[in-house]
C-alpha cells in the first residue's frame, strides 16, 4: 500500500469526483480509515464485505489488516479500474461490480465474515435492514452513517431518536456509536457529521419468522407513535394484543422497550 499514489493523486489521474445520485461522500484520509478498521477488528483471517468502497480508503486500510479475503461491491463502475490497481494478485481482493441491495453474501463469501463499509447515504438504512433480518447474518458490522441514522440506530426507549430502527438492531445485534466525524472529513463534504457504529449479533437472536412480525408490529406501532399502543395497533388487534404480551394499552411506541416490543411480536403469532 505504500507504493501507491494517495487517494486525491488516484482520483485526480482517473478524472473521478463523487456522485450526488449515488450519495458518495468519499474518505482520503488514511488515518481516518485506519482508524475504522481497528475499531472493526480483530478479523483473524476473516472475510470482509466492503460496500461502495469508491476510491479505495477503506480498502487499503483493510489490506493492510489481518482480513483474510476482502470483497468490495461497487455499484459505480468509474471506480473499477481504480480499485484493480490494490490487487496484488495474490487472490485475497474480489472486486464485484453491483447493488448491494441485490448482491447474495451466500455467493461471496464462506463461512463468518464481517461487512466494513462507508455507507452511501442513499442506501444506508435499507442495507442495514437487509443484513439484520435476511438469510445472511455476519460476524460483525462496522457501518458509517450519517449522524442522525447514527444515533436512530443506538437509541434507547424515551430517547427522541428512538424508534423501529432501534427496536430491530437492538433486537438482533449489541449496537455502539464508536466513533464521530465532522463533514469536513470527507471529500466532498456532506450537509451533516457522521458517525460510525459497530454492530454484534446476539446469540440469542429472533428467527426470521419473529423479526417479520417485529417488523409489522414496530411500523404500526411508530407510524402512529403519538396514539397509545390501543390504537395505533388497532389493525393487529390492540388493546387485546398488548395485555397479550403484559404491556400497557395505553401506552405509547416511544417507551416501550426491545423485550416489550418482542412480546407484542410473538403474541401476534404465526402469520399475524
Not at 67 to 74: D, P, Q, R, T, W
Not at 245 to 260: F, K, L, N, Q, Y
Amino acid at each position: 500500500m505504500t507504493d501507491l499514489p494517495s487517494l486525491r493523486e488516484s482520483l485526480d489521474a482517473h478524472g473521478l469526483s463523487a456522485k450526488k445520485s449515488f450519495g458518495q461522500h468519499f474518505l482520503l484520509d488514511l488515518n481516518v480509515t485506519r482508524k475504522i478498521v481497528r475499531l472493526a477488528g480483530p478479523f483473524e483471517g476473516r472475510a470482509v464485505i466492503e460496500v461502495g468502497p469508491g476510491p479505495g480508503g477503506l480498502t487499503r486500510a483493510l489490506l493492510e489488516s489481518d482480513a483474510g479475503k476482502v470483497v468490495l461491491v461497487e455499484k459505480d463502475p468509474r471506480f473499477l479500474p481504480l480499485l484493480a490497481k490494490l490487487d496484488d494478485g495474490s487472490g485475497r481482493l474480489e472486486i464485484i461490480e453491483g447493488d448491494a441491495l441485490k448482491v447474495r453474501e451466500t455467493e461471496l463469501v464462506a463461512g463468518p465474515a464481517h461487512v466494513v463499509s462507508n455507507l452511501p447515504y442513499n442506501v444506508g438504512t435499507a442495507l442495514l435492514i437487509k443484513w439484520l433480518t435476511g438469510p445472511w447474518l455476519p460476524y460483525a458490522l462496522t457501518l458509517m452513517f450519517q449522524k442522525e441514522v447514527a444515533e436512530r440506530i443506538v437509541a434507547a426507549p424515551g430517547d427522541d431518536a428512538y424508534g423501529r430502527l432501534a427496536v430491530i438492531a437492538q433486537a438482533v445485534c449489541e449496537a455502539r456509536l464508536v466513533m464521530h466525524l465532522p463533514a469536513a472529513a470527507f471529500t466532498p463534504p456532506p450537509k451533516v457529521a457522521s458517525a460510525v457504529v459497530h454492530l454484534v449479533p446476539r446469540p440469542d437472536r429472533p428467527d426470521r419468522e419473529t423479526l417479520k412480525r417485529l417488523e409489522r408490529v414496530t411500523a404500526a406501532a411508530f407510524g402512529q407513535r403519538r396514539k397509545m399502543l390501543r390504537s395505533s395497533l388497532k389493525t393487529l388487534g390492540g388493546a387485546a394484543l398488548c395485555e397479550a404480551a403484559g404491556i400497557e394499552p395505553g401506552a405509547r411506541a416511544e417507551v416501550i422497550d426491545g423485550a416489550g416490543f418482542l412480546r407484542l411480536a410473538k403474541a401476534l403469532g404465526p402469520g399475524g
